[in-house]
């Protein structure tokens, strides 16, 4: 396990940010979305141009509070004390969307197998589930370039983007955004399981799709399964509560 720094945070609200964020990690950890010490989450913070991302080269399951890294928007470091690391293929995609939409709080990439392989899928994401069913037509797409660190990239995925909040990058994996953490948690969960889900149907034989009707009726009704605090809230705080019983140590 990592070191936690004891570097102090400058305010509660910063510290409470780093605490979510943390847990986060921690909970993508417990659910194997990790990727060694690959993939990024990113929060911004109450501090204008301040945003949080894990140290490069720590695991998601060793991340801490007081591990992230402050850095502004175009990925420097703020808190010279925190001996880690940047990725810049972290944050170059990241600080893009974090500067040019005020609604995207919370960024998640991460290269599971199923959501690469839907990205990597001549069709992507499919009707042929519950979950597919829940973002069908909320999702975008964009060609694969290479490795994220090229900022002239930046014009083509906000085109691509366009007023969605879940870009699938071809042959790569998913990039998606929140108005909170937790909202971006529980787009990211059920982007997962669509993607799951998808993957073991298409393995076994050919998929019975669901009617645009059908879909346009489900999302209507969707709403109608949430519970009071905000999107992604409950489930993201059930999830804490594993994280818990396993290591608190991502609270220091």
């Given at each position: 396990m990592a070191t936690a720094l004891k570097t102090?945070?400058?305010?509660?609200?910063?510290?409470?940010?780093r605490q979510q964020l943390?847990?986060?990690?921690?909970?993508?950890?417990?659910?194997?979305?990790?990727?060694?010490?690959?993939?990024?989450?990113?929060v911004k913070l109450d501090e204008p141009g301040a945003f949080l991302i894990n140290p490069y080269g720590?695991?998601?399951?060793?991340?801490?509070?007081?591990?992230?890294?402050?850095?502004?928007?175009?990925?420097?470091?703020?808190?010279a004390d925190n001996p880690w690391h940047v990725n810049r293929a972290g944050f170059v995609?990241?600080?893009?969307?974090?500067?040019?939409?005020?609604?995207?709080?919370?960024?998640?990439?991460?290269h599971t197998t199923?959501?690469?392989?839907?990205?990597?899928?001549?069709?992507?994401?499919?009707?042929?589930?519950?979950?597919?069913?829940?973002?069908?037509?909320?999702?975008?797409?964009?060609?694969?370039?290479g490795v994220t660190v090229r900022d002239e990239e930046g014009p083509a995925l906000l085109t691509s983007l366009g007023n969605k909040r879940i870009m699938m990058l071809r042959n790569h994996g998913p990039v998606v955004m929140g108005k909170t953490l937790?909202?971006?948690f529980i787009k990211y969960w059920v982007l997962q399981r669509a993607c799951e889900h998808?993957?073991?149907?298409?393995?076994?034989?050919?998929?019975?799709?669901?009617?645009?009707?059908?879909?346009?009726?489900?999302?209507?009704?969707?709403?109608?399964?949430?519970?009071p605090g905000g999107s992604g809230a409950a489930e993201f705080a059930a999830m804490v509560r594993k994280v818990d019983k396993i290591d608190p140590s991502w609270r220091d």
């Open positions: 102090a945070p400058k305010t509660d609200a910063e510290w409470t940010a943390a847990a986060c990690y921690r909970v993508f950890a417990m659910l194997g979305w990790d990727e060694m010490i690959f993939n990024h989450i990113t720590m695991h998601f399951s060793e991340v801490t509070a007081s591990s992230l890294v402050k850095v502004d928007i175009d990925g420097n470091k703020l808190d995609q990241h600080s893009l969307f974090h500067r040019e939409l005020a609604d995207a709080h919370c960024i998640i990439h991460t199923a959501t690469v392989a839907v990205c990597s899928l001549e069709g992507g994401l499919q009707p042929i589930n519950f979950y597919a069913c829940s973002v069908m037509g909320q999702l975008a797409y964009h060609d694969f370039e937790p909202d971006a998808q993957l073991a149907t298409l393995s076994m034989g050919k998929p019975i799709p669901v009617a645009a009707k059908v879909i346009a009726v489900h999302q209507r009704d969707i709403g109608q399964t949430s519970i």
